[in-house]
């Protein structure tokens, strides 16, 4: 044993979740990892390793609706601190499955703020999304704008914050922060560590990429008849490694600071469905065919950060460009092409083991 504080990941083996352990290995954090899998690959886990090239203190698949089983992981570890990402994350499929959505991401919430509460853990960053603020009536949005979420995803985002701050209120010593990440895409720049969603791509830049390597034929584009420049939705795509750097300075932020805080993790910057298709033209240098269909059920035309609050409080916040996201997304899924299920690619063995 060594003197490391300790955290624990849920939904750790997922994309943001696994770029965020790789960060936290990197900066002195023992990690435990608690996914159930249901959207992502254990794999993912020995990549996390390779990348870090250190060991996690322990990766368990279990269940966070199974209270006595995410209890035995807590009874096992001394956790200083949570970063929470488990939750079901697809907009479409929440509008159809709104039960399940419900139940999952606040169910799985609700169950691991009791379960800290037992084992008296006061620490909690958790990984909200700006689809909170749905249709804002001014871009770019700030953490003032009221929370009008426009599907059941977002809703159940809005009602975990909205959990936590309760408990926050009730728990004398308890500090949460939940960050609205804009649109997380990219990859870890060596190709090891990507977005492999099970099944059909529900975001738009896995969607794009495997256009690219041929596994689907084109590109389905929701609508081009919002209020945009070019028609189709605009996002403000964050650089993954930006969003996993604000988990970990989010961990600092609640080490001394009782009560619940929210902030964007954006870039500040909108770009379109369209430029996002010419951009990742541009990384691979192939063509990618598109769509253009009708609507998604409860997209909005744009949604992009104002990130000023993360950086007054942090002196930083997300710069990594469409370029960078589109080159790194790129090279892992040409690593990669079916995801880590890919027989061809191997990891490298971690070096230092911790
Ligand atoms: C949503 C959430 C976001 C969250 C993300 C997590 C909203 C407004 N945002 O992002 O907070 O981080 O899910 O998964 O609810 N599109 C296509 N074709 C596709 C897929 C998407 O044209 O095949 C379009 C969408 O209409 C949208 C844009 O691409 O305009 C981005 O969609 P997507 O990647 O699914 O993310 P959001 O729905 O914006």
Redesign the pocket.
């Known amino acids: 044993m060594h003197g490391n504080p300790l955290v624990l990941v849920t939904g750790g083996a997922g994309f943001i979740g696994s770029h965020t352990c790789v960060e936290l290995l990197a900066h002195d954090w023992d990690v435990v990892v608690v996914d159930d899998h249901s959207n992502s690959s254990p794999r993912a886990l020995e990549r996390i390793e390779a990348v870090a090239r250190r060991k996690l203190r322990g990766a368990y698949a279990v269940d966070l609706l199974d209270r006595p089983a995410l209890s035995a992981v807590f009874d096992a570890h001394p956790v200083d601190a949570v970063v929470h990402f488990a939750a079901r994350?697809?907009?479409?499929e929440s509008v159809r499955m709104p039960a399940e959505y419900y139940d999952t991401n606040i169910g799985a919430t609700t169950a691991l703020l009791r379960v800290m509460g037992e084992h008296d853990v006061r620490r909690l960053v958790f990984s909200s999304?700006?689809?909170?603020?749905?249709d804002a009536a001014r871009q770019p949005v700030d953490e003032r704008a009221p929370a009008r979420?426009?599907?059941p995803?977002?809703q159940s985002?809005h009602l975990c914050e909205t959990v936590i701050a309760d408990v926050a209120r009730r728990r004398p010593g308890f500090s949460a922060l939940s960050l609205?990440?804009?649109?997380?895409?990219g990859a870890h720049p060596g190709g090891l560590l990507g977005e492999d969603p099970r099944g059909e791509?529900?975001?738009?830049?896995p969607?794009?990429a495997q256009v690219a390597v041929r596994r689907r034929d084109h590109?389905?584009?929701?609508?081009d008849d919002?209020a945009t420049p070019d028609g189709?939705?605009?996002?403000d795509y964050t650089h993954v490694l930006d969003v996993a750097e604000a988990h970990r300075l989010a961990l600092r932020h609640v080490a001394d600071r009782p009560g619940a805080t929210v902030y964007n993790i954006g870039t500040g910057r909108g770009t379109?469905?369209l430029d996002?298709i010419a951009a990742f033209g541009d990384a691979s240098g192939r063509e990618i065919p598109y769509r253009i269909?009708g609507?998604?059920p409860?997209?909005?035309?744009t949604?992009v950060a104002d990130a000023h609050a993360v950086r007054n409080a942090w002196g930083r916040h997300a710069t990594r460009g469409i370029a960078d996201m589109c080159r790194d997304a790129w090279t892992f899924q040409q690593r990669n092409p079916r995801g880590y299920a890919d027989p061809t690619t191997r990891p490298p063995e971690p070096r230092q083991p911790a």
Do not use: H, M, Q, W
Not at 89 to 92: L, M, N, P
Not at 219 to 223: I, L
Not at 298 to 301: K, Q
């Open positions: 994350k697809a907009v479409g999304s700006c689809s909170v603020y749905g979420p426009t599907n995803y977002a985002k609205r990440c804009f649109n997380p895409i791509p529900g975001n738009l830049l969607y794009i590109v389905p584009v929701f609508g919002y189709t939705g605009v996002r379109s469905v996002l269909e609507r998604r409860g997209d909005v035309a949604l």
